[in-house]
């Protein structure tokens, strides 16, 4: 055999298994191809699916963070409410306008001012269960045992309850305060 026949014949079996591996080379290429997209679909799949659990539990999450600021929104504003029937009372009080506060009006204090501790106590932070309570305690001293007071005092009592709810509420920058004269 020849230089020249050796070399034809290795170029013959070169091409030969050249153009197969060209074949396969493509094939794989080709299933390869096939293969990721399918992982990719089956991500995507999984993805679709957690993020879906993962919004419905962020929604659920926002539902009852929007409920309870509702909640704690109500039971502020008849706590405001209840606290500002008295202090026009007591504001007559100390304005001398009035001399004493009828049983009345004593009574529905005593009841209404109890409900809206339970109602604090279920929704608030410890801060406006206890500024609530530094104002009511004050008031009662005022109310059933005589105690004379000062507006001012009461009036910051107030502010500060006002203050801590709006805190809890997340509505807070600054304390704010009566910057009045009286």
């Not at 080709?30 to 997209?37: S, V």
């Not at 009841?111 to 608030?124: D, E």
């Not at 004379?148 to 509420?169: F, Q």
């Amino acid at each position: 055999m020849t230089y020249i026949e050796v070399l034809k014949i290795s170029a013959a079996i070169i091409t030969s298994l050249g153009g197969g591996a060209l074949i396969i080379a493509a094939f794989s290429s080709w299933l390869a191809g096939i293969w990721a997209k399918r992982m990719l679909q089956n991500e995507r799949a999984l993805h679709s699916t957690k993020l879906a659990k993962i919004q419905s539990e962020l929604d659920s999450i926002k539902h009852k963070d929007i409920t309870r600021h509702n909640d704690k929104l109500s039971v502020y504003r008849d706590a405001i409410d209840i606290v500002s029937e008295m202090l026009r009372e007591l504001e007559s009080l100390a304005l001398k306008t009035q001399n004493s506060i009828d049983e009345d009006t004593k009574h529905a204090f005593s009841l209404n001012r109890n409900k809206a501790y339970g109602y604090i106590f279920l929704v608030s932070s410890q801060s406006v269960l206890n500024k609530y309570n530094d104002l009511i305690d004050f008031m009662i001293t005022v109310i059933y045992h005589g105690n004379t007071c000062e507006w001012s005092d009461i009036r910051e009592k107030s502010d500060d309850m006002l203050n801590a709810m709006r805190k809890d509420l997340g509505i807070i920058d600054v304390n704010l305060s009566y910057q009045g004269t009286l």
